[in-house]
């Protein structure tokens, strides 16, 4: 799940404004040349072309959601999602990841454990990341308490851990992003994701909306840093009779540029229904209208008729580090 | 789940063959006066009664387990489970714990995980029981690895973390057992959970049979120590259609004393499905079978005909310890 309450991501209430301008230049390694105008280009595709990724968040967090979201991938119209090493099934998506080398799967980097009924903690030893920890040991409930007891040294230890513990599954992750956006909550949180994601050689899902609805990230960034335009996710403001309507018009809106999708599968069922239990949001039935949406034919359609082209962060990945 | 290979619980193939022979005796606190003739008496019943307590192992392992078990406690002819602390799914069993004072819960103290798709870890921090966690850090997948590589000193502590947790939860417990019989498989684990269990003041599931199967059960034991005659629980052996004539036969032979019968309960869903996965032995399907069995009306017309009384752990834990 991804929940960034403090930046602008388009949600039912901003849908149909126009995107921020994307256009950001691209140099050489040296610098010392201009190489691309366009985020398209550089990835080998037209300045014009709409680009899209559909990334599905919470992999190993409960069965519910790998067989979901294993279902979507087999579809063939979600092309990315990304894995919570912390939680209980993650040996689950793990075997999935090793069988299908092919799938595009990041590591949704995890430090709130958001559920009251269904719970988990840390990968590295509780006494190592004490300032991550509630008072029964478990992550915090939510992004704001972990992002405000958080010890950076701490932080970076245990997203550190979490990636060697996806490598030592097997697991070849292309990309990392942040489970609630946690990481992404204030600037010494998100220079540290930064900080690994690059000793990883890895991109981070970042937007342009993002950098100007902050005052810090911009300052972080470099040229070679891969920025995509625009991220959507479909929001609490949306009812469920609504659904389709708001990625259609979203998918509408889409311009040239590379622009990601969060959604969030699983099926409503006993166990998602257990595990979301007195939160609609982002609970079962929200998971299995996302899915619904995702392997339909009319969003084969929308993609069709608005020439939308999926991509995966694979792509990015290498054009952000050839040397890889 | 239990298994305790190395001793001889009743399983398909030594079902109907005579109990081991009960009748211990009794004494005062003081140790003067020998106050009753058989268990029975001591918890208040006849010399002959029969008495049976149906115990689901295993709440907390996943929301399918937690679910069902309710469920057949509601149905009120399962008198007792016990819960697996280091478990995602705790919160949601200790939440019924916290609104049904009356279960009688204990605790089934886990030092293994044992499904391949769906795993767990201690609840004390990692670096402080490194004897007992596998490679990725999870509890080892079976009992005899986790006996053989244990250090004695650190399952002490992970045990007593076990029951603070629990008790953290607002848990009360009323006896202990051990998940997969970890803690029977060796004098000294066993030496270990009785250390733990009288300084908590809680009885610990052990019987009579057990005690003549080994040669280090009767020289840890004391005569304050509650033993029961006989458990009972069914084994990979019996099929599936076998299932209640299995149970039927068992509870026809049962003789006065007190009898624990072991049992398993969720449901054949998708969530224990994949947590069960390639594993059929205490599998999904087998579960639901327990849950059937249990809550039909010809176990309870078993119970009538063969004038068979349920009773509690905590009945047990009241004549063990009358000071608590």
Not at 128 to 155: C, G, I, M, P, Q
Request: hydrophobic share 40%; glycine share 4%.
């Amino acid at each position: 799940m991804i929940r960034i309450v403090l930046l602008a991501v388009v949600t039912a209430t901003s849908v149909g404004v126009a995107p921020a301008s994307f256009g950001q230049a691209y140099y050489s390694p040296s610098g010392l040349q201009r190489i691309h105008n366009t985020l398209p280009e550089r990835l080998g595709y037209p300045a014009d072309a709409k680009l899209l990724i559909v990334h599905a968040d919470d992999l190993g967090m409960a069965h519910s959601v790998n067989a979901a979201t294993i279902k979507a991938f087999e579809r063939g119209l979600v092309t990315s999602g990304s894995i919570m090493v912390p939680c209980p099934w993650l040996p689950e998506i793990a075997a999935y990841a090793r069988s299908h080398p092919e799938a595009d799967l990041g590591l949704h980097l995890t430090l709130t454990s958001e559920w009251s009924s269904y719970r988990w903690g840390p990968v590295l030893s509780k006494d190592r990341v004490a300032s991550l920890l509630d008072k029964n040991s478990y992550f915090y409930l939510t992004e704001s308490e972990a992002a405000s007891h958080a010890n950076t040294t701490e932080v970076e230890a245990e997203i550190r851990a979490q990636i060697d513990r996806a490598r030592a599954f097997g697991i070849k992750p292309t990309h990392l992003d942040s489970h609630m956006g946690t990481l992404y909550q204030n600037k010494t949180l998100f220079e540290t994701l930064l900080r690994v994601a690059r000793d990883n050689k890895l991109p981070v899902m970042i937007s342009k909306e993002w950098i100007a609805s902050t005052n810090y990230l911009s300052s972080i960034l470099n040229p070679n840093d891969i920025v995509i335009d625009k991220i959507i996710t479909i929001g609490p403001g949306v009812k469920a009779e609504g659904w389709s309507k708001f990625y259609a018009d979203a998918m509408k809106t889409i311009q040239p540029g590379v622009t990601e999708m969060v959604v969030h599968f699983a099926y409503d069922d006993e166990e998602m229904r257990a595990a979301t239990i007195d939160h609609p949001d982002w609970g079962a039935a929200w998971r299995q209208r996302d899915l619904q949406f995702f392997t339909s034919d009319f969003f084969r359609r929308l993609l069709d008729e608005n020439h939308i082209k999926l991509i995966s962060w694979r792509e990015i990945a290498k054009a952000q580090y050839p040397e890889r």
